[in-house]
């Protein structure tokens, strides 16, 4: 018999990793709104009501017993501290020896983010540098990170935690912005950004699950070293579509939004040594040059 999988967090990440997990799991996803119920179900996924947000609708999945959990979903959109994941520890630890009823899972995948590093001046940063979010979502990343590595040892639970960088895929390319001509920083004052592709990235989670060490973090991220203006060059050169307006630091502080703004004052390279050497990931995509030409051989719609 499979053992469960419970997936928290049913977006485009979770649709690509079940195609590679449903061979050896038996799917649950919680679902928020019901209808995406026939989504999930048309994907090999059985739907679970619950709101993270909303801590008395998480019942169901005490009673779950499943034995993997793959926490996919995002914090909220304020405060420092990660509320979600408090909701669903506390949902997951809610159980009775007497019952059997919600047995803790054995592992835990958690999906953060690389932005917990901070700006590193363009340095490598490899899985031991130390954490120095500068904004509220990473901190509420890293507050994550701790509760769920907090949890996983008082429970003796697996843990893993995958620090993820710009997600991009086929059809997940930055074409609206070059459209809007949103302006880039000068190449003397940009900063290195990292890649990973969507379907490299459910890739690692299906290694993470197979080879994953306890309470180890990795690095979802490819071999790329782009600075942010040279990736939207790549872009907006296979597309044929004007090159973005490069300007400086100060010039960006006044005519960027904040949220944007924070991404392109932070620079660092991140190292990938430990998911070719420990899980064993072959990346499809290694570069995003590479994506860009499978793509002129096989044209895809992008959005």
Not at 237 to 244: E, G, I, K, M, Y
Request: with cysteine.
């Amino acid at each position: 018999m499979k053992n469960k999988l419970l997936i928290v967090g049913c977006g485009d990440i979770a649709s690509r990793a079940a195609g590679l997990l449903e061979k050896h799991y038996q799917l649950f996803g919680l679902c928020r709104r019901a209808e995406n119920s026939g989504h999930l179900r048309a994907l090999g996924i059985r739907p679970i009501t619950g709101d993270l947000d909303q801590p008395a609708s998480l019942n169901k999945i005490a009673g779950l017993a499943a034995h993997t959990i793959l926490h996919l979903a995002p914090p909220p959109g304020h405060g420092e501290r990660d509320m979600r994941t408090l909701h669903l520890l506390s949902a997951l630890s809610r159980h009775s020896s007497k019952t059997q009823t919600g047995i803790l899972p054995q592992r835990l995948i958690y999906i953060s983010t690389s932005g917990v590093y901070g700006d590193c001046s363009g340095s490598r940063v490899s899985e031991s540098h130390p954490t120095n979010p500068k904004n509220a979502r990473a901190f509420r990343r890293l507050d994550a990170e701790r509760q769920v590595r907090s949890w996983g040892i008082r429970n003796r639970i697996q843990v893993s935690i995958l620090r993820v960088p710009g997600i991009y895929a086929h059809n997940r390319l930055p074409i609206e912005r070059l459209q809007q001509r949103t302006p880039v920083l000068l190449s003397t004052e940009d900063s290195y950004t990292n890649h990973i592709h969507a379907d490299d990235l459910a890739r690692i989670i299906v290694a993470v699950l197979r080879s994953g060490r306890p309470g180890r973090i990795y690095h979802a991220s490819d071999d790329s070293c782009l600075k942010m203006g040279e990736y939207f060059d790549l872009v907006a050169d296979h597309f044929a579509l004007s090159r973005p307006e490069r300007i400086t630091r100060q010039e960006a502080r006044k005519v960027i939004s904040p949220g944007l703004l924070s991404f392109m004052l932070e620079s660092r390279r991140l190292t990938n040594d430990r998911i070719k050497r420990e899980l064993r990931v072959r990346l499809r995509y290694p570069t995003v040059s590479d994506c860009l030409a499978e793509m002129r051989k096989i044209p895809v719609k992008s959005s």
